[in-house]
């Protein structure tokens, strides 16, 4: 186990690593570097003056030093915590994430949580009344939640507020720790909407993987035994039903980020989703680097425990 | 009542598949029709939003950036699908956005998926180091979410429709590379390789003739999965409003003017909410039969 612990975690690093530079130096293709948008965004003086800005600018950020060694600069300042200035909101973009990064861990955790608890038991009961009304109606549940984009189920949703109860986005968010209640009903439409984007697939996995354990020899002989049903089909059954479903679970944790940027977005949620948003459209480069340097830290650590929890559930995997 | 006509089918597909082996173009078609009804739906949905696509300029009545009409008219009369927030004709907006969907969605799939195959190919043949690095090169394009990538891409390259159909083929380019490398590593170790090496083959001939084009079912599966795939990431770049510029006719984008005036014109976003779905929904369904129809294990399968 600790080997493979150990190996998980000598990949982690440099896919990190790997994932920053690239986007660091992503951040550096743009035509006319940031010290030019900045100045000529700004600017009414004559082009000499500006100019001599740039120039400025540039030594003062130090855009003239070989692309290398500002990433190296970036990385060290950025594993201290200090991501840099924001061009457009004056203050640190570390400060920036602070704020904004608990209100996006908490819808994906309500997400995942209210997507989980939904989504599996239906699941179960799809698969042990196999080609009843009640399998139909999971199937059909989760297969128009695997058709319809996450963006229009959002829009729909926030239409169908509008219009029938008059609701209307917040103006200022509430934390959790201020006013549960305020907070919670805020966050309640994006966490069902996605939840019920991200339930879909888990449902239907859940159910194949039902149908085919509820085949297996031990189950049989555990309805041979005498068990209660509900002993077979919850221990025995589920619990071995479940292995595939988690790592799916990690692996829906990607489009669980992206689709948190959509629903922030579409219930003015101020996260880091829309954070992000704001900061591309802007060209806020350093919240850019930062966020997404953020992202993909929390999506390699969710692939890693996924792949501890799959690795301590299932023996084969880790020393295999 | 659904069992009943789920039995009436496969007794129908079973009649059609013995008594209908040499069969034409409308034989074809019953067979498929029977065998995978949902198929079938799919491959409808999809015809229709190719020919959508191809015949744009002679279906829709109006150009898609025409501005002469005025805003908010509700559907009905001479615009069905009513007019936007700048007085646009809805529907040749919708008509339109097929044609830029599909050719967002083809190109950028063509190309990525190309390119990692390339690639895949390649590093599979020589191994090594080259090989090594090129596997944590993916492993990095893999450790940034799909979305995230994309807007961090839109960033760097600015907006426009050729950059959303770069940008997204750099999303596809790693998951390509990974499964045709894993597919050609097999296919390097088959005995015709050897045979071709024997021959005194030299290198490049072999990944070209030979290993290249035994890759090809991978290639055609990744290409029909993932054409659903860019398109609603497409689509969900323009809501956010980092896609195709605004005056393009993206259905994503439509969406997002949509939301801006809710409730004086719903439809708005219906319309265009409508016709995403209706392509992934098509698409989906197409890609899942052709699958099911190539992959014997999955025939029947417990789905």
């Known amino acids: 186990m600790r080997k493979y612990i150990l190996h998980r975690l000598l990949l982690f690093v440099p896919s990190l690593l790997g994932a920053s530079l690239l986007i660091f130096v992503l951040m550096r293709l743009v035509p006319g570097d940031i010290a030019e948008i900045i100045v000529y965004q700004a600017g009414s003086e004559s082009s000499t003056v500006q100019q001599k800005q740039v120039q400025e600018i540039r030594t003062e950020l130090g855009l003239d030093r070989p692309v290398l060694v500002q990433y190296a600069a970036w990385l060290g300042n950025a594993l201290r915590g200090d991501f840099g200035q924001s061009y457009v909101q004056s203050r640190p973009v570390t400060e920036i994430i602070r704020e904004r990064f608990p209100r996006s861990l908490e819808l994906a955790l309500l997400t995942l949580v209210v997507a989980v608890v939904w989504a599996v038991p239906l699941g179960v009961i799809s698969a042990v009344r196999q080609n009843t009304w009640a399998d139909y109606l999971v199937r059909v549940v989760s297969i128009s939640g695997l058709s319809l984009p996450i963006f229009f189920t959002g829009v729909l949703i926030l239409w169908?507020?509008?219009?029938?109860?008059?609701?209307?986005?917040?103006?200022?968010?509430?934390?959790?720790?201020?006013?549960?209640?305020?907070?919670?009903?805020?966050?309640?439409?994006?966490?069902?909407?996605?939840?019920?984007?991200?339930?879909?697939?888990?449902?239907?996995?859940?159910?194949?993987?039902?149908?085919?354990v509820v085949r297996h020899d031990y189950v049989r002989t555990a309805r041979a035994k005498g068990l209660a049903e509900r002993a077979v089909v919850y221990r025995h059954a589920l619990s071995n039903s479940l292995l595939p479903v988690i790592t799916f679970v990690g692996w829906w944790g990607g489009r669980l980020l992206g689709g948190i940027v959509i629903m922030e977005i579409i219930f003015s949620v101020p996260g880091m989703g829309t954070a992000l948003v704001q900061a591309v459209s802007n060209r806020d480069y350093p919240t850019v680097q930062a966020i997404v340097f953020v992202m993909a830290l929390i999506f390699l650590m969710l692939n890693l425990l996924v792949d501890m929890v799959y690795g301590w559930l299932d023996p084969r995997i880790r020393y295999a | 009542m659904a069992d009943q006509t789920g039995v009436a089918m496969g007794a129908a597909s079973v009649k059609v598949a013995e008594g209908d082996r040499g069969r034409g173009i409308v034989?074809?078609?019953?067979?498929?029709?029977?065998?995978?009804?949902?198929?079938?739906?799919?491959?409808?949905?999809v015809l229709a939003l190719v020919v959508t696509?191809?015949?744009?300029?002679?279906?829709?009545?109006?150009?898609?950036?025409?501005?002469?009409?005025?805003?908010?008219?509700?559907?009905?009369?001479?615009?069905?699908?009513?007019?936007?927030?700048?007085?646009?004709?809805?529907l040749s907006r919708i008509v339109w956005g097929a044609r830029l969907s599909l050719y967002v969605g083809l190109t950028s799939v063509l190309f990525g998926v190309t390119v990692g195959a390339l690639w895949g190919v390649v590093t599979a043949y020589f191994g090594g180091a080259a090989d090594t690095v090129s596997q944590r090169i993916v492993d990095s394009l893999m450790a940034l979410p799909p979305i995230i990538l994309a807007l961090a891409l839109m960033a760097g390259l600015g907006q426009s429709v050729t950059n959303v159909i770069v940008a997204l083929a750099v999303l596809l380019v790693p998951t390509a590379a990974r499964t045709i490398r894993s597919v050609a590593l097999s296919i390097k170790e088959m005995p015709y390789v050897e045979a071709a090496r024997g021959a005194g083959a030299t290198e490049w001939r072999i990944i070209f003739r030979h290993v290249l084009p035994n890759t090809m079912a991978t290639y055609i599966v990744l290409v029909t999965v993932n054409i659903a795939y860019a398109i609603v990431v497409e689509a969900a770049l323009s809501f956010l409003g980092l896609g195709a510029p605004p005056d393009?006719?993206?259905?994503?984008?439509?969406?997002?003017?949509?939301t801006q005036a809710?409730?004086?014109?719903?439809?708005?976003?219906?319309?265009?909410?409508?016709?995403?779905?209706?392509?992934?929904?098509?698409?989906?369904?197409?890609?899942?039969?052709?699958?099911?129809?190539?992959?014997?294990?999955?025939?029947?399968?417990?789905?």
């Open chain 2, 248 to 258: 393009e006719p993206s259905w994503g984008g439509m969406l997002t003017a949509g």
């Open chain 1, 160 to 212: 169908a507020l509008v219009r029938f109860f008059h609701w209307l986005p917040p103006l200022e968010f509430v934390a959790f720790f201020d006013d549960p209640v305020e907070n919670l009903k805020q966050m309640v439409w994006p966490t069902l909407a996605q939840a019920y984007y991200i339930s879909a697939p888990i449902m239907r996995l859940t159910r194949s993987q039902m149908l085919e």
């Open chain 2, 27 to 45: 034989g074809s078609l019953s067979w498929f029709a029977a065998r995978q009804p949902l198929g079938f739906v799919g491959a409808i949905l």
């Open chain 2, 53 to 90: 696509a191809i015949f744009a300029p002679a279906l829709a009545p109006y150009g898609p950036k025409d501005a002469a009409f005025a805003a908010y008219v509700p559907p009905g009369g001479e615009f069905p699908m009513g007019t936007d927030h700048l007085g646009r004709d809805m």
């Open chain 2, 262 to 303: 809710l409730e004086t014109a719903p439809w708005m976003i219906f319309f265009p909410g409508l016709a995403i779905s209706l392509t992934v929904f098509g698409l989906n369904l197409l890609g899942d039969a052709i699958r099911d129809l190539t992959d014997p294990q999955l025939r029947g399968g417990l789905g």
